[in-house]
T-cell receptor, first 110, second 115 residues
Framework: QKEVEQNSGPLSVPEGAIASLNCTYS??????FFWYRQYSGKSPELIMS????GDKEDGRFTAQLNKASQYVSLLIRDSQPSDSATYLC??????????FGAGTQVVVTP | DGGITQSPKYLFRKEGQNVTLSCEQN?????MYWYRQDPGQGLRLIYY???????QKGDIAEGYSVSREKKESFPLTVTSAQKNPTAFYLC??????????????FGPGTRLTVL
């Protein structure tokens, strides 16, 4: 079992629709969780962080966390072509290190 | 502008050659990190440093070396002992490594290719 699992995609989303990305993690001691967006050939960019169970909204992005289920998700509302990228889930483990998933590729189609 | 710079953007290495990747930050961050990214894989931690003159091995440190003589700088040397060095190398920094809500920010990366 991978320490951080994400669907690799590609996740094809019509423009204006909601993209739903999922992430499960193995370290029950993880307390902080981060979502990064990575455009092809570029470095990761931090877009969301979440520390408590429940939802956190920032603009068109909503992160959802359920520590009991070891599950974190990212919703992208009103998807735009500029949202086409790979999204990396990164829990911070109990040992203080970020553990990255392989990422989910999102493709927003006009 | 505050940020993290990496150089060069592209680097080519011959067999048996050591090469050094530069990473500089002016964010006044204490902690710095080096990651490696291979196609279709997540980032893997090579080395990290919490403070000047101190650094620790990450998950894949073999074949790499680092130094932290200044707070702003954390260069990575890819030695000839690293048998498969072709990858995208990313440097990151954060306020301090032990902070629970530690957010890491990345530089633009260096793409290393072995000839």
């Amino acid at each position: 079992q991978k320490e951080v699992e994400q669907n690799s995609g590609p996740l094809s989303v019509p423009e204006g629709a909601i993209a739903s990305l999922n992430c499960t993690y193995s370290d029950r001691g993880s307390q902080s969780f981060f979502w990064y967006r990575q455009y092809s050939g570029k470095s990761p960019e931090l877009i969301m962080s979440i520390y408590s169970n429940g939802d956190k909204e920032d603009g068109r992005f909503t992160a959802q966390l359920n520590k009991a289920s070891q599950y974190v998700s990212l919703l992208i509302r009103d998807s735009q072509p500029s949202d086409s990228a790979t999204y990396l889930c990164a829990p911070r483990t109990r040992w203080g290190k970020l553990q990255f998933g392989a990422g989910t590729q999102v493709v927003v189609t006009p | 502008d505050g940020g993290i710079t990496q150089s060069p953007k592209y680097l080519f290495r011959k067999e048996g050659q050591n090469v050094t990747l530069s990473c500089e930050q002016n964010l006044n961050h204490d902690a710095m990190y080096w990651y490696r990214q291979d196609p279709g894989q997540g980032l893997r931690l090579i080395y990290y440093s919490q403070i000047v003159n101190d650094f620790q091995k990450g998950d894949i440190a073999e074949g790499y070396s680092v130094s932290r003589e200044k707070k702003e700088s954390f260069p990575l040397t890819v030695t000839s002992a690293q048998k498969n060095p072709t990858a995208f190398y990313l440097c990151a920094s954060s306020i301090e490594e032990s902070y629970s809500y530690n957010e890491q920010f990345f530089g633009p990366g260096t793409r290393l290719t072995v000839l």
